[in-house]
């Protein structure tokens, strides 16, 4: 893992790009020179009432101009006093966290579903392989513009309004993909059916997972999850999400 940050970042832009759904850039100091795909950050809210940070993905990385744009979810107080922040807004950050995806040369599939689609944005830019984008959607679209110029984009919506009826599963059958890897992001539901279909078709399979957190450093062990080998911190079988993930092998822990 890299090493983590504490730093006030400065809001640069953000807008609502769909219902309760904001995209906000932030200007770094240091952060984000050495973040990768599949870390996170921790936001610390300004009310002083809110003491534990907002664990929030990375969707991209601009090293170069030093900022990191994050796409959220409005979920609680927290997150809904971040989207009323405007260009010029500081507050403090910590960051990069966690583990990334490993960056392998291998025909891909990329899948994001919901709120887990952002952190797959960065990973389809970084990847040097063929990339195959599966993206699973409730009923509203969003970010599907940005995937389009890393890969060939399919979608599945649960009410069939745009792409595939049903979930990413089955858009990949529908359209007769494969591939020697994935990576994956989204709901519970979505991961053990994609772990399951890696399993069946002996495929590479990386999951990031999606938890409560309260550190966000590996400490407060509430990001808990079930593991197949012996954890070092804790000497059971479980892996915290903050600190040994988000990102792991599929066949490595239960979910």
């Known amino acids: 893992m890299a090493e983590k940050k504490r730093e006030k970042a400065v809001v640069i832009?953000?807008?609502?790009?769909?219902?309760?759904?904001?995209?906000?850039?932030?200007?770094?100091?240091?952060?984000?020179?050495?973040?990768?795909?599949g870390q996170f950050l921790s936001l610390y809210c300004?009310?002083?009432?809110?003491?534990?940070?907002?664990?929030?993905?990375?969707?991209?990385?601009?090293?170069?101009?030093?900022?990191?744009?994050?796409?959220?979810?409005?979920?609680?107080?927290?997150?809904?006093?971040?989207?009323?922040?405007?260009?010029?807004d500081e507050f403090f950050v910590?960051?990069?966290?966690?583990?990334?995806?490993?960056?392998?040369?291998?025909?891909?599939?990329i899948v994001g579903g919901g709120i887990g689609i952002p952190p797959m944005l960065e990973l389809s830019k970084a990847l040097n392989c063929e990339k195959q984008i599966i993206l699973g959607f409730r009923d509203q679209l969003f970010l599907t513009e940005d995937f389009k110029p890393y890969g060939n984009v399919y979608i599945a919506t649960e009410d069939g309004s745009a792409g595939t009826r049903g979930n990413v599963v089955d858009a990949i059958k529908e359209n007769g993909l494969c591939a020697d890897i994935i990576y994956a992001c989204g709901p519970l539901p979505m991961l053990r059916a994609l772990k399951e279909y890696a399993k069946?078709?002996?495929?590479?399979?990386?999951?990031s997972l999606e938890e409560r957190m309260a550190c966000g450093i590996g400490a407060c062990l509430s990001c808990v999850c079930k593991s197949e080998g012996r954890d070092?911190?804790?000497n059971v079988n479980n892996k915290r999400i903050c600190k040994e993930g988000p990102v792991f092998l599929a066949q490595e822990v239960e979910f």
């Open 13 to 37: 832009s953000q807008k609502e790009i769909a219902p309760g759904i904001f995209d906000m850039h932030l200007g770094t100091k240091e952060i984000a020179g050495f973040s990768a795909p």
């Open 46 to 88: 300004k009310d002083g009432s809110r003491l534990l940070p907002r664990p929030i993905s990375i969707c991209g990385i601009n090293r170069e101009g030093k900022s990191l744009r994050l796409v959220y979810r409005v979920a609680g107080k927290g997150t809904e006093e971040f989207s009323r922040m405007k260009p010029g």
């Open 94 to 109: 910590t960051g990069p966290l966690g583990n990334g995806f490993p960056l392998k040369e291998k025909k891909a599939f």
């Open 200 to 207: 069946e078709h002996e495929i590479e399979c990386y999951v």
């Open 232 to 234: 070092a911190h804790t």
